[in-house]
């Protein structure tokens, strides 16, 4: 330290102690011709000491990503490392579950990016994060269209004693996302159905065809958008 400076010795302290400041506790570096005559502010500090405790916390990215138009985001946000250490007071530490970001908006993107974020620890003082910088891996792709044919359609809240008949028993889909991701579909990785719901005999027995894509996927439409339910008692 080359700045004048307070030395104070909490080795005699144990929970809680109010120190008033003296003269002879302010150290002036080498160099400097100066002599403390009075502390006038503050004139006493006050130490509250706490448990310590170390724990491994998971980190939460708070991040908003804003792709250019034609482009989405590909998979999840990576995380390194994933956790941090935080050492701070037992009392509050073990009421923790994550360890946030700094907020981050990235706007405009069309490439994946690598970026460096600080940490926010639970308070002002008192607590010690380790590492205090993350690195946030996010993947940007083009949007791509592309039919995934084929897709098998199963039968949603069936009541018991009855058993429905899909005609079509396919549909072929219709799907958006990155490249890769829309690239590597399966029939199988789409989850197409019916609900039995829905179905009215004044209406032919017609119902909609519902779809849950994966993660990044979006289904923006089937061949067949409707298909016809044969009810039968079994």
Known sequence: LNQPHLRIDLSS???????????????????????????????S???????????????????????????????????????????????????LRQIPTEAVTLKGMRRSRVVEVA????????????????????????????????????ARNTPPGRMVLIDPAKVDVEVTGGVSAVAQLEPEDLSCWVDYREYRPGNAGRVGVHVDPPEGIKATGTKPSEVRLVIRRR
């Open 119 to 154: 940490l926010v620890p639970p308070g002002e003082t008192g607590y010690m994060l380790t590492p205090g910088v993350v690195r946030i891996e996010i993947q940007v792709e083009r949007l791509t269209e592309r039919v995934i044919r084929g897709v098998r359609l199963e």
């Open 13 to 43: 302290i144990r929970n809680f102690y109010t120190f008033r400041l003296k003269p002879e506790m302010v150290f002036i570096p080498g160099g400097v011709d100066a002599i403390p005559l009075d502390v006038v502010s503050p004139d």
């Open 45 to 95: 500090i006050q130490f509250v000491l706490r448990e310590r405790e170390e724990v491994r916390l998971p980190v939460k990215p708070v991040l908003k990503v804003v792709p250019a138009p034609g482009y989405t985001l590909a998979g999840e946000v990576t995380v390194t490392p994933p956790e941090v250490t935080l050492i701070g007071p037992k009392d509050r530490v073990g009421r």
